[in-house]
């Protein structure tokens, strides 16, 4: 990895584009770039080198549409394409998913929106999480941009897993480095008495892979804690009673403060992570405000991780490389 005075060095030859870090871990805003024109090669070379370590960048005041967000997307691999989306996604760009679709899914099995969440999200910790971290080959990175945002409240935190693995004790990490965990969509649900039609679609297209706990990056070499509160629940070969115990451990770890870095969008703000390294907190203080909040996201294909000893992922059901 670079170090900061390097990345500084980078910034000042890519044309006034400046990298600006925000928090002590994780989070950089970036400066004096339109991402709508033809980016050249230096600037793509230097948002890409922010991103692995930085984890997630920050850009403001953009004018990107949908075409222009998935001709960005391309400069740094090729964009998913997701095989379900809800019908606030455009038609016509299948690259780009749009949020909002997510207010539909409670109505899609008999629940208000907010039921959903907290059925899916009833401790604190189960918000955590990197985006389709059950498939085997989870995406890349997330560009995620904002249109319409709340006058206060709607903010992201991101968390460096990096930074989280090291801030481990070194008997602790030599101990993780040999476990693996299983990531299920759905995990920790909790079914709504009687009848519940959302149990029943996730037990028929149930998605889940066995991931090692600490992933080596395959661009940077860093061990990252490879964790989220939202697909796991079981770590392999490891009791119930202690896996709940070692995993609240490793969670709280990963979203120490210390850790992490919260976001205030604007109108044209633009979001990049490396989705591989960082764990993310959707907003949950918005919704009884009324205001709308649209964001538009693009995927990046993703490696099936692997884990310190060279050994990949296993899949497990619902997943394979590069079907989505």
């Not at 990531?183 to 079914?191: A, I, N, S």
């Not at 203080?285 to 964001?295: K, S």
Request: aromatic content about 8%; proline content about 7%.
């Amino acid at each position: 990895m670079t170090t900061d005075r390097g990345t500084a060095a980078r910034a000042r030859n890519a044309a006034g584009v400046e990298v600006r870090p925000v928090a002590g871990h994780i989070g950089a805003e970036i400066t004096g770039v339109d991402l709508t024109g033809g980016l050249d090669d230096a600037v793509v070379a230097l948002i890409r080198e922010a991103v692995l370590r930085w984890k997630v960048v920050f850009f403001r005041d953009q004018r990107l549409d949908h075409a222009g967000h998935v001709a960005f997307a391309r400069r740094f691999g090729e964009p998913v394409v997701p095989g379900r989306r809800g019908s606030a996604s455009p038609a016509g760009f299948p690259e780009v998913e749009t949020t909002a679709d997510r207010l539909e899914l409670g109505g899609r099995f008999g629940m208000e929106h907010e039921e959903w969440l907290q059925r899916r999200r009833h401790t604190l910790l189960r918000g955590w999480h990197c985006d389709h971290g059950a498939r085997i080959d989870p995406p890349a990175a997330t560009i995620l941009r904002a249109e319409t945002v709340p006058p206060y409240g709607g903010d992201t935190t991101w968390s460096n897993l990096a930074a989280a693995y090291a801030g481990l004790s070194a008997p602790v990490r030599a101990f993780v480095d040999g476990l693996r965990a299983e990531h299920c969509l759905g995990v920790g649900y909790q079914p709504r008495p009687g009848d519940d039609s959302y149990l029943r679609h996730l037990l028929d297209h149930q998605v889940a892979s066995v991931h090692p706990l600490v992933r080596v990056h395959p661009e940077s070499g860093e061990r990252v804690l490879y964790v989220n509160g939202y697909y796991v629940e079981q770590i392999a070969g490891v009791s119930r009673p202690e896996s709940t115990a070692l995993l609240e451990m490793l969670l709280e770890q990963a979203v120490r403060p210390e850790y992490t870095v919260r976001f205030r969008w604007e109108p044209g703000s633009v979001a990049f992570w490396d989705n591989r390294a960082t764990i993310h907190l959707a907003p949950s203080d918005n919704a009884h405000l009324g205001f709308p909040r649209v964001m538009h996201r693009v995927m990046l294909h993703g490696e099936v991780p692997v884990g310190v000893d060279g050994t990949p992922s296993q899949p497990v059901t619902g997943t394979q490389v590069r079907r989505w």
